[in-house]
């Protein structure tokens, strides 16, 4: 029999994180320290047993390595384990120092007189040969363009659509963790920028959010620029900041807790 450590082992995954996993499926279920199966679990061969100290944990046949449902969410919550590290090192970002907004459908029509006339009811007048009446959105409009070249293709286990397996990894653990949280949320300020990721304040935190950036492309002087002018605005504003790097994404268990509590916030 497999115990959460055991497999964990098998699939490169801490105890904490297998049992969050298998908790996700709805195998097992917390009760006060330790983990007990659910009927389902029970279906799939799970075992209870008990620590030294009464505390119970779960056992399962070795069978379950085999179940394709744990291998789909193992696979989604590690976002494709070896290939992170290719792409975290292509994982493009804006020219601009903070994300852009891609512009609402309205703003697109106002631009085009085309889109414009036929929205109204009416066909847009043409003569043959003739310049456009405006230029396209979409070839002056920096924000459209990023996401046109570099679209968001990653899904993450809550359905949140990002644009590497970096943030895949940090995405899936949040939600993991049960932490409510936005990806790509405008910043409260009169510049357009936008994090990488951003956790609602509530109790224990004074009301404050908390914002989480990944930093990915160290070796890039432009990006080093880049990545300078959103901490000097993060700064400005006196915005509580998470910065996560290379050294950190492959250690999230590790480091994400002790990030997070500095600012009132309890993960499993």
Same mark, same amino acid.
């Given at each position: 029999? $497999?115990?959460?450590? /055991?497999?964990?082992?098998?699939? +490169?995954?801490?105890?904490?994180?297998?049992?969050?996993?298998?908790?996700?499926?709805?195998?097992?279920?917390?009760?006060?320290?330790?983990?007990?199966?659910?009927? %389902?679990?029970? #279906?799939?061969?799970?075992?209870?047993?008990?620590?030294? +100290?009464?505390?119970?944990?779960?056992?399962? *046949?070795?069978?379950?390595?085999? +179940?394709? %449902?744990?291998?789909?969410?193992?696979?989604?919550?590690?976002?494709?384990?070896?290939?992170?590290?290719?792409?975290?090192?292509? =994982?493009?970002?804006?020219? #601009?120092?903070?994300?852009?907004?891609? *512009?609402?459908?309205?703003?697109? /029509?106002?631009?085009?007189? =085309?889109?414009?006339?036929?929205? +109204?009811?009416? #066909?847009?007048?043409?003569? %043959?040969?003739?310049?456009?009446?405006?230029?396209?959105? #979409?070839?002056?409009? =920096?924000?459209?363009?990023?996401?046109?070249?570099?679209?968001?293709?990653?899904?993450?286990?809550?359905?949140?659509?990002?644009?590497?397996?970096?943030?895949?990894? @940090?995405?899936?653990?949040?939600?993991?963790?049960?932490?409510?949280?936005?990806?790509?949320?405008? $910043?409260?300020?009169?510049?357009?920028?936008?994090?990488?990721?951003?956790?609602?304040?509530?109790?224990?935190?004074?009301?404050?959010?908390?914002?989480?950036?990944?930093?990915?492309?160290?070796?890039?002087? =432009?990006?080093?620029?880049?990545?300078?002018?959103?901490? %000097?605005?993060?700064?400005?504003?006196?915005?509580?900041? @998470?910065?996560?790097?290379?050294?950190?994404?492959?250690?999230?268990?590790?480091?994400?807790?002790?990030?997070? $509590?500095?600012?009132?916030?309890?993960?499993?």
């Amino acid at each position: 029999m $497999l115990s959460s450590t /055991r497999l964990g082992r098998h699939f +490169n995954l801490s105890s904490v994180k297998m049992n969050l996993i298998l908790a996700e499926l709805g195998w097992v279920e917390k009760y006060v320290k330790g983990w007990v199966p659910t009927d %389902a679990g029970n #279906a799939l061969g799970a075992n209870v047993r008990e620590m030294r +100290n009464g505390t119970p944990y779960v056992v399962w *046949p070795e069978s379950i390595l085999a +179940n394709k %449902a744990l291998g789909s969410s193992v696979g989604e919550q590690t976002g494709g384990g070896a290939a992170l590290t290719a792409e975290v090192a292509t =994982a493009p970002e804006p020219e #601009a120092a903070c994300k852009p907004e891609p *512009p609402s459908a309205d703003a697109a /029509r106002e631009a085009d007189p =085309a889109k414009r006339a036929t929205a +109204n009811g009416k #066909a847009a007048p043409t003569r %043959a040969g003739a310049a456009p009446l405006a230029t396209p959105v #979409a070839s002056t409009d =920096a924000s459209a363009d990023f996401r046109t070249r570099f679209p968001a293709t990653f899904r993450t286990q809550d359905g949140h659509m990002v644009r590497s397996r970096a943030e895949v990894l @940090i995405d899936n653990w949040l939600y993991m963790q049960g932490l409510v949280h936005a990806y790509e949320r405008r $910043l409260p300020i009169e510049e357009e920028c936008y994090c990488d990721f951003y956790l609602p304040g509530g109790h224990g935190t004074g009301g404050k959010g908390v914002y989480i950036e990944f930093w990915g492309r160290e070796s890039d002087p =432009a990006y080093r620029a880049r990545k300078a002018k959103k901490q %000097a605005i993060y700064a400005k504003h006196g915005m509580r900041l @998470i910065e996560l790097g290379d050294a950190e994404i492959e250690r999230l268990d590790d480091v994400l807790p002790r990030m997070l $509590l500095r600012f009132g916030i309890e993960s499993v």
